[in-house]
């Protein structure tokens, strides 16, 4: 009997980490209790045998319940509680739209309205078209499918969250799993409730490694900054092999000769709709700030290079990524590394040309995506590489803030960490013959040593150099900058990639364990420094430490410590510089 309570007790965990309804809770109970009955009546006349075979029965009934009953794809709602009702109708140039209202009435929020037609059939691998207009009024409020990727199982993205993120609710609301789609280019508005006008804009791109995310992520939902006067937008863009497949067919038939950066014309197509719809929402066009984070702040300083994107945003903030280095460490390949990836693409799946490879259903072309999902030099959304095009002196936004995190390498080496024995050997395959001045830099006498290292070696290669390179970048363009330092340490992510964002979007949740009194003070300070430099392109304000405006080595420390503070590692950034040919000098 004992046997059966506590495979029972652990069928009923597999069942809550797999989002599987009450209906599967239910039937194992019942199987678990005939099973029970079974065993007390039957199991004494027969042999082992027939008794293995019995428990085996059990296990498969209890496999065939979890597969039967795993929660049905479902869209999320705009608010977590929809009973406040809805929002007065907003007139934008496709139709009406109706959106949602914020339990306590302080916040619209307007969900899945389309800012382009649907990327599908022939539309698959083209520019996106101008969205087609609607009658009646759309209800808004619910958000959309997020763009088509690999989606791993339920129970998979649970232990994420316990294990990653240390963060995890048993609650029977989220038995459900989320909608995946190729028609996802649709986006999302939060406002301060009300007749408001005039009020600065933020435009939002969500990360992912342009593989993976979705708009509705609570971290940077746009909820917290609407509450401070500031109207967010985000949107769904297409990822992986539908954003970024590169191939000399898409280029002939495009009336651009262009091809490779689909999700960044959806991000451009979203950041146009912003400008011809978000006065009617009370937003400014002329005042629109574009932000992302890690995949998404890649994009964010391409786009800051690009012609396409003039005029339509003013400053950029750019979260633990960027590709304005000489050689971006990652996000960013030639156009003829792309096409060679959509040749060795066609061969996998059999075809011979593009009209064949649109008639892949997306399903099954989606797993494709470890293979295409960067950002490529098109000649026409780039028509020159952004270290390139900054170094000429192109640059779109007057004001720039960003930087990046403590340990932002951490997470992506958790299962691929230098120990002891290989720390030298994986510090000479980067460095080459720069190695010994790095291993002099960071000598390591034992495993601690050698992982902690090879952690800030790591970041410091795919994330922190090129923050470096944006600084300098953006002062010799002449823009306003603004760089920092994230330090603060939580029991959620952390000061690891992506833990910043919670603090600077005000959406550090109410009564999560997680968090104490210091990191609800960081964040009113954080968010008062990106209201500020969303509104006017400076994050000061009475009451705020100074942030200095930025010059190479000299950045603002956001943690248990707020202050201007050195840049930690500028001998590693001076060998980078070496590795890599950096000049950096307009031309």
Partial sequence: MIGIVLLGLFWLVILELNKNTLLGWALTVLALVLF???????????????????????????????????????ARPAVDDPGRGVSPIVTVAQGQVQGAVTSDGKVEVF????????????????????????????????????????????????????????????????????????????????????????????????????????????????????????????????????????????????????????????????????????????????????????????????????????????????????????????SYRSLEDAFAAAEALKKEYGVSSVEELRAVPAEKIVSAVNTNHHITVDGYVLPRSPYEALEAGYCIPEAVLHGYNRTEGSLFILFDNANEKNYEQKVRRVFGDLADRVLALYPAGNGEQAKANWIDIYSALFFNYGHHCLTRQALDNGAATYEYWFTKYNRRLGYNHGGEEVYFYGNVPEGSRLYDESDRELEAVMRSYFVNFITRGDPNGDGLPRWEPAEPGWIMELGERVGMTDERMPELFDVLDELTGWKGEIA
């Fill in 36 to 74: 029970a009955l079974l065993r007390k009546s039957f199991f004494p006349e027969k042999g082992a045998l027939v008794k293995l075979g019995c428990w085996l029965g059990l296990l498969a009934a209890l496999v065939g319940i979890l597969a039967a009953t795993r929660g049905p794809y479902r």
């Fill in 111 to 330: 969900t899945g309205i389309p800012y382009a037609r649907p990327p599908v059939g022939e539309l698959r691998w083209r520019e996106p078209q101008d969205p087609e207009p609607w009658e009646g009024v759309l209800q808004a409020d619910h958000f959309a499918p997020m763009s088509m990727q690999v989606r791993n199982p339920e129970i998979y993205n649970s232990l994420v969250d316990i294990i990653g993120y240390h963060d995890y609710t048993v609650s029977p609301d989220d038995n459900f799993r989320d909608l995946v789609s190729e028609d996802s280019l649709y986006l999302n508005i939060w406002k301060p409730a009300g007749d408001v006008s005039g009020l600065p804009v933020l435009v939002y791109v969500h990360g992912g490694s342009l593989m993976t995310g979705q708009p509705w992520y609570a971290d940077y939902s746009g909820e917290g900054l609407a509450r401070e006067g500031v109207i967010v937008v985000n949107m769904g863009y297409r990822l992986g092999v539908f954003g970024f497949l590169g191939d000399p067919e898409l280029q002939a038939e495009s009336p651009n000769a262009t091809t490779g950066n689909y999700g960044l014309l959806d991000q451009i197509k979203a950041l146009e709709w912003v400008r011809d719809n978000i006065a009617a929402f009370g937003g400014d066009p002329g005042n629109v700030t574009l932000a992302g984070e890690s995949a998404g702040s890649a994009c964010v300083t391409a786009l800051c290079t690009s012609p396409l994107a003039e005029g339509l945003f003013r400053r950029a903030i750019a979260e633990s990524s960027t590709v304005t280095a000489r050689e971006p460490a990652h």
